[in-house]
């Protein structure tokens, strides 16, 4: 009996040994949790809430349907960016780690360009989780399946390890399905029947992988108080090629009043487009004019949109097809950017804007910025001039960050002809050039991993080398009125000639020259960190935040 109850502890210790060669001595343990705490102080919570009195009995019903749809959304965007979260959750011991790795939906801190703070894990894979790992460039060109660059397919290996092409509703069945069967539930409680009409051709393209038609239904939307962004949208988690889009969803509940404010400027966008800084076959397409423009408070994100920093505006959807027929939707998200601007812009100003100049930073100038930003998706060019087919598909994986530095840049110029016209009158040209700088800086601090980060550093450095702006002796910068017009348009042609021409190869030494954070501008990021200013938000959302 002693004899087996030695061995069965000496087993449980061996146990314990083996278990515990990996874990971290109670000092070092120690240390993280506090790197930890520290990382997400950086972080300050806003709750999501809006007036829901103005939404009949029917639309609030609707709106826990809507927030189970997104959690799904959420589930699958994990599976895509990172592969089993279970799995990978149980490998964390330490809670504020597994805290930070939800806001992070990973390992990999979004907002630092990408570096892990999990120890077993690198670097974060270009591809993420829609290719394997192993997979090399070389053997995905070879691969003769014309969907293997589709939006909505994942690549996996076959048994002999050979490439395969999956579309996402046979890879992720299951949660579309479930995802599908409650839209149509919603579809009996929508009362606005383009909103009725959106929600099922909504589920039909979960089903099929085929979004076009919803895509246009969505477009078609003039009158719902409630809108529902859902499904597989933006490219940027794929750094490979800027193929794959990643699932996500966002609930909005529209500002009328606001929302009237800005129907004015949509008309304006053919007159823009022909006075573009750049040749005439850079600006030949003719900008669609159905769109419409809103303003709105999100009650509800997930997936991609609730990944690293929070999304304060939408230009949707993003085929150039349906962009080119019927224009797109810019949807400002009012009470997300009104978080951002008193949390952060403002502080932000307080400490690296000069003195003489800090009575620019207005809210109304910081809406102008972002909400010209998403209108100048709109224009531009789509198509490349020389026959390389669409921008997206000549520039590949520095399409999307190109295409952030034009609506940047497109959106401060529009702003700046329509002040001039006398249409904008609720801020000045310095406003909005001094928050605009502001904006830059309060941008760079998530990194330059992503597609805004790099856009937003190529700004920054472009408009440096051309002293738009200086950086004074004690580390505030000021901007020079005149230099900013002209670097603005410059800054606009280089933009549009390299998209028009799909100079993939221009753009990657851009990119790799100027897409970074410089050593002295990160001191002075590194100041913004000690003077306890909050790098985002992330949010306290759901039923009982809202009351449901």
Not at 111 to 128: H, I, R
Not at 258 to 268: C, E, G
Request: aromatic share 10%; hydrophobic share 35%; glycine share 6%.
């Amino acid at each position: 009996m002693k004899k087996l109850i030695l061995s069965a502890l000496t087993f449980a210790m061996f146990s314990f040994f083996i278990n515990c060669k990996n874990c971290k001595k109670p000092n070092e343990q120690s240390e993280i949790s506090k790197n930890m705490e520290n990382k997400i102080k950086e972080l300050i919570t806003v709750k999501l809430t809006t007036d829901l009195t103005k939404l009949t009995s029917k639309e609030k019903q609707m709106l826990p349907i809507l927030i189970e749809i997104s959690k799904i959304m959420d589930d699958i965007f994990w599976v895509e960016t990172l592969g089993d979260k279970e799995k990978f959750f149980n490998g964390i011991s330490d809670s504020l780690t597994k805290k930070f790795a939800e806001i992070n939906y990973g390992p990999w801190e979004r907002l630092d360009g990408d570096k892990p703070f999990v120890s077993s894990f690198g670097k974060k894979p270009l591809g993420a989780n829609f290719y394997p790992t192993d997979m090399t460039k070389e053997e995905f060109e070879k691969l003769k399946d014309k969907n293997k660059t589709s939006q909505y397919t994942l690549l996996k290996r076959n048994d002999d390890k050979s490439l395969k092409v999956v579309w996402y509703h046979e890879a992720f069945k299951e949660k579309i399905e479930k995802a599908a069967s409650l839209l149509k539930e919603a579809t009996k409680l929508a009362e606005d029947e383009g909103f009725k009409k959106y929600l099922n051709m909504r589920a039909e393209a979960l089903l099929t992988d085929n979004y076009q038609p919803s895509d246009m239904a969505w477009l078609d939307m003039k009158n719902n108080m409630i809108d529902f962004v859902v499904g597989p949208i933006e490219t940027y988690e794929d750094g490979i090629f800027g193929y794959k889009a990643s699932h996500e969803a966002m609930i909005l509940i529209k500002d009328k009043d606001w929302s009237k404010k800005l129907d004015k400027y949509i008309a304006t966008l053919p007159e823009l487009q022909k006075q573009l800084p750049v040749d005439e076959k850079y600006k030949a397409e003719k900008p669609g004019t159905n769109s419409d423009l809103n303003a709105y408070d999100v009650i509800y994100y997930a997936g991609n949109a609730n990944s690293g920093g929070k999304t304060i505006a939408i230009n949707l959807p993003n085929d150039e097809q349906v962009q080119l027929k019927k224009g797109s939707r810019r949807l400002q998200l009012k009470n997300t950017m009104k978080a951002k601007f008193d949390n952060i812009l403002v502080p932000i100003s307080g400490v690296l804007i000069d003195e003489s100049q800090k009575k620019y930073i207005k809210f109304d100038a910081f809406f102008n910025n972002v909400m010209f930003h998403e209108v100048a998706h709109g224009i531009g060019i789509k198509q490349t001039i020389n026959g390389k087919g669409s921008v997206r598909e000549a520039m590949q994986n520095t399409a999307s960050a190109f295409e952030e530095g034009k609506a940047d840049i497109l959106g401060l110029f529009i702003v700046t002809k329509l002040i001039e016209k006398g249409i904008v009158t609720d801020c000045t040209t310095e406003e909005n050039y001094v928050t605009f700088m502001a904006g830059l800086i309060r941008s760079v601090r998530f990194g330059a991993s992503d597609a805004h980060g790099k856009a937003n550093m190529m700004c920054f450095n472009y408009f440096e080398n051309m002293g738009a702006f200086k950086r004074s002796g004690n580390g505030t910068y000021k901007v020079d009125f005149e230099k900013m017009k002209l670097a603005m348009n410059s800054w606009s042609k280089e933009i549009l000639e390299i998209q028009g021409n799909g100079y993939k190869e221009k753009a990657l030494k851009y990119l790799n020259e100027s897409g970074i954070i410089k050593p002295e501008l990160q001191k002075d990021i590194e100041r913004l960190k000690n003077a306890n200013i909050p790098k985002d938000i992330v949010f306290e959302q759901g039923k009982e935040v809202l009351g449901l």
